[in-house]
């Protein structure tokens, strides 16, 4: 049993790390869906892929899709959707390295809303890594004060949903199958995919072109050069997903928590090297202390 330990560690950082190098290389080329659709029908055509795909992982054995407790799902699902619609509409518009960032404030939020709200003692190394965290969050997103733009509180909001949503799973939903939790999630994105649809069908607005289009484009059919990257986001992310999941069965969660940050490595070295988009020094810096922070919470979270 010893020998096996060390073992399973390092089959569940492999794990980690191989999710984190999927998501790094699909999620650079939602920039090249947003020329073409808009992100309500990329969710909603995603998860048409995505939920049956989650249900084949329960008929193989990997967890039910009968939830313990509908509404305690409903909501953590709610919550996941608002950050993955925040995470890939921010995606559309800005350069991955900005957008990763403020999706992975999650830990500080985790950390502000539990000591605030819930009374956990948070300690000094915690608060210290809030602090290097946000100047992090700073040093990538730059804020200009003086031509400010709404845009980049879009990977902010992922973070913040994302961290709500992590919440509601550890006190929520104890004992729920992940697929369930999976399938939950994928099937609020599809039905808020198909809401926002209609909504604009009913309420249409002049979407601009490209990429500035994005979040407010309605249905485009046919779309055949964007079908062929939903697809591949669809099988990606669940295979993605069913990693990250079982890296979190085989380690401790807060040593394989850590290994996840390595999407912060991928996403902009695949941007920089196939997609063209730089990195200036200072948002390196800055994506350096969000994974610093990062590491901090998740090593005094033992």
């Known amino acids: 049993m010893k020998s096996e330990a060390p073992s399973q560690t390092r089959q569940a950082a492999l794990l980690m790390v191989a999710a984190m190098a999927v998501i790094g290389v699909i999620d650079n080329y939602i920039v090249r869906l947003a020329e073409e659709i808009g992100l309500w029908q990329f969710h909603f055509t995603r998860g048409l892929m995505t939920v049956p795909l989650v249900a084949l992982l329960s008929l193989m054995g ?3 899709m009968r939830a313990l407790r509908p509404w305690r799902v409903v909501l953590r699902s709610l919550l996941a959707a608002a950050a993955m619609l925040c995470y890939f509409g921010a995606l559309g518009l800005l350069p991955i390295a900005q957008v990763l960032a403020g999706l992975y404030t999650s830990p500080i939020f985790i950390v502000i809303i539990t000591g605030l709200f819930l009374k956990v003692r948070i300690g000094p190394w915690r608060v210290l890594a809030v602090a290097v965290g946000f100047a992090g969050t700073l040093f990538v997103l730059q804020p200009d004060p003086a031509n400010f733009n709404a845009r980049i509180l879009l990977p902010v909001l992922a973070g913040l949903f994302y961290a709500l949503s992590a919440i509601a799973t550890r006190s929520l939903c104890a004992g729920e199958s992940t ?3 999976l399938g939950g999630a994928m099937t609020a994105l599809m039905l808020l ?5 209609a909504w ?10 490209g990429p500035e289009g994005f979040l407010l484009r309605g249905w ?5 050069q964007a079908l062929p990257w939903v697809i591949v986001q669809a099988v990606g992310s669940v295979a993605a997903v069913f990693m990250i999941t079982r890296a979190y069965q085989l380690g401790e969660p807060s040593l394989v928590g850590v290994f996840e940050y390595s999407v912060m490595i991928f996403g902009p070295l695949y941007a920089v090297l196939m ?6 020094p200072w948002q390196v810096l800055g994506t350096l202390l969000i994974v610093v922070a990062g590491a901090i919470i998740a090593v005094r979270s033992r």
Request: aromatic share 10%; proline share 16%.
């Open 193 to 197: 995919g198909g809401g926002g649809l």
């Open 275 to 280: 997609l063209g988009q730089g990195m200036g």
């Open 179 to 181: 697929v369930v939790l």
């Open 200 to 209: 604009i069908a009913l309420f249409p607005v002049e979407a601009p072109p």
């Open 220 to 224: 485009v059919w046919p779309m055949p």
């Open 62 to 64: 990997f967890g039910t």
